[in-house]
Each structure stands twice: as C-alpha cells, then as structure tokens.
C-alpha cells in the first residue's frame, strides 16, 4: 500500500462533530472531511449547523456571535438562519443573497452528530446504536484530542491492540497480548478483530479497576479485547478482566469487570482529526470518582498515542513513496480501510459526472 494516495472520506455518514458543552453562547467553527462548518443553537435550543462562509464577504461566520438564535457575522453583521438564508443586516436589503449550504445535524447519545454528504439521505436510523448511552446501568466518561495525523492510522492503531506492550507498557499493556494470537473476521461492512488471554496477570489499569469493583487484584485473570470497526471511522472495543476459571468473557458480573472503549474518529483533514474517546462501563455506574478516575488515566493512555500517531504521520509525509508493511495483526485495520475504499468508491460512482 502506497502513502501518496489521497486520504479518502465517506462523505454519506454521521459523523461526531463536537460535544454539546462545545456549543453554548458562541458558535463553534470545525473542519470535518474538509469541510469548514460553524455549529451554534438556534432560538429553538437546537443545533444547526452551516457553511462557515459569510455570503457577503467571506469571512468565517464561526468569528461572529449568536444573538436571539440567529448566527451574527462578525464583519458587518449580516444575520444567517438556521437554513443558511440571510435574514437581515443593518441598513442593507440582503434577502435576495444566495443561500449558504446548511448540513444535517443531530444532538443524540451525548454528541453532536454532522452528515457532511447528500442532505437527501441523512436519516436518525443511520446513527450508530450506542445501548450504554441512556442505560442508567453504565456510565461513561471521555474527552476529545486533536490529533495531527490521517484518522486512518487511528483506525489502525485501534484495530491492532499489539501495542499495547510498547506504547502503554506502565498501563494496559503486558507480553501476553503479543504472545496471545488475534483472530479477524468480517461481517458486512463491520471488521471485528478479537484476542482472548486466560490466567494472565492483570495490568496496572485492570488492577485499579477490578480493587474498585471489590475484586481481587493479586489474581490471575482472564482478559479479552474485542475491537470492532464500524463505517465511516467507529470503533468500540470490548475489554475487560474476569476471575481466572470463571468463564472469561460470559463470567458472572460479580466475578469481572467489562468496559467498552468509546472511539468516534471525525477527519479533519487528510492529515488531522478529532478524536473522541472514553470509556463506557457496567459497574458502579453511580460512582462520579471512579469515572473521572478511569477518564485521567484513559487520557494519558490515549495521549502516548497521540504522539506515536503524529510522528508517524510526520515520516508517511517525509518519505511518500515508502510502502507499508502488511503483517496478520493489521489485519483488522486492512479490512476496515477495504469497507473505506469500497463505500468513497461507492459514492463517488454515483455523482453525475463532469461537465
């Protein structure tokens, strides 16, 4: 595989676009796919979502200010709706300007969600099924970085936990997730890479974990990772340690402690994303001190990535026309660029062509 090609983006998706707390009084200005969109609620309270260009000279509207729900341009002050018209601007006639284009957008499950492609084909029924969101049985705590690299390589990274052992050694890694095979499988456009490790020691996150679930935490365990790609750039990862000899994955809830990692990764450009992580767990849901706990030290587990990542990205722009080596334990990541290639393919076949 070649690093000169152009980073493709599914365009007919939702994508997390931000965090409600985000947008409050202030409009907020995000690039998604290439896309320079400000985000700000409307008189309703809802969210709306435009094309971060003031019709009339071109400034970044996300520089303006909202006032009474409408989106004020901070150059003149000319006011946008929610639909992207204009509605009004001191001692000027400016109803007859073009529309600016308006997104789809959705306030669901905790986020902020954009559909940066055709407006015809947005639909909530797309929206991916997040069980935990409003189940008063879990919790979730997360956060959101910058991350100047291909939201790819993320993908990647997530979809291969092997590195585990060398990037989050003093965390969750441990030498048994190298020792231990992975298996990858497909189903429709979703890959699914697992690992399954029995009688193993557990990691110093786990330990913290399962001393606050009243487990334990100088016993063997069994511990399982199951990372699952989802289009445009989802991944949930299943993770969690049980009692060695209790049934692993399937062992009772007082005998473990199961958690989904969170991970929604927006492009940004073809080199920088958003990345929206966190953690969703079944056990002391009610407990704010653990979830902010649990939610530091995911942060600095995520942020050793984050400068792996970068740094990569920095050697893939220096050299090019260098190839990338394919081994089994990217098979996960390779499947999932396969379903990306397939549904940018897909979209781009059925745009009219040029003039």
């Not at 957008?105 to 639909?123: C, L, N, R, Y």
């Not at 600095?300 to 920095?314: G, S, T």
Request: aromatic share 10%; charged share 25%.
């Amino acid at each position: 595989m070649s690093n000169a090609a152009s980073t493709p983006f599914v365009r007919n998706a939702w994508y997390v676009a931000a965090t409600p707390g985000e947008i409050d009084d202030k409009p907020l200005g995000r690039t998604i796919c290439g896309e320079r969109i400000v985000f700000y609620r409307g008189d309703d309270g809802r969210v709306a979502a435009l094309e971060d260009f003031c019709p009339h000279r071109g400034a970044p509207l996300s520089l303006g200010r909202v006032v009474e729900g409408k989106l004020v341009c901070g150059y003149h002050g000319l006011e946008m709706g929610c639909d992207g018209k204009t509605i009004a601007m001191p001692g000027q006639r400016v109803r007859g300007f073009p529309a600016i284009r308006s997104f789809p957008v959705i306030e669901k499950h905790g986020f902020v969600w954009v559909w940066t492609g055709d407006p015809a084909q947005a639909s909530e029924d797309e929206l991916p099924h997040l069980h935990w969101a409003d189940d008063p049985e879990w919790a979730y705590g997360g956060g959101l970085y910058h991350v100047k690299a291909d939201y790819r390589l993320m993908i990647d990274n997530l979809m291969d936990l092997t590195h585990e052992t060398y990037v989050h050694a003093t965390s969750i890694g441990q030498p048994e997730i190298d020792e231990t095979p992975c298996k990858t499988t497909v189903e429709g456009d979703s890959a699914v890479t697992s690992r399954f490790m029995n009688d193993i020691p557990a990691p110093p996150f786990w330990r913290m974990a399962m001393r606050a679930h009243g487990l334990p935490d100088d016993q063997k365990v069994d511990r399982w990772q199951i990372c699952r790609y989802t289009p445009p750039s989802h991944v949930m990862i299943e993770v969690g340690v049980a009692l060695a000899g209790h049934g692993g994955y399937e062992a009772p809830k007082d005998k473990k402690v199961y958690s989904i990692v969170v991970d929604f990764i927006t492009p940004e450009t073809e080199t920088s994303m958003w990345y929206f992580w966190g953690m969703a767990r079944n056990f002391r849901a009610q407990d704010k001190a653990l979830t902010a706990q649990i939610r530091e030290g995911q942060g600095k587990i995520f942020a050793e990535d984050l400068e792996m990542l970068e740094r990569q990205q920095a050697n893939l722009t220096r050299w090019p026309e260098r190839r990338l080596l394919m081994l089994n334990i990217d098979a996960g990541g390779v499947q999932a660029r396969k379903v990306i290639d397939k549904l940018v393919a897909t979209e781009q076949a059925a745009q009219p062509a040029a003039a």
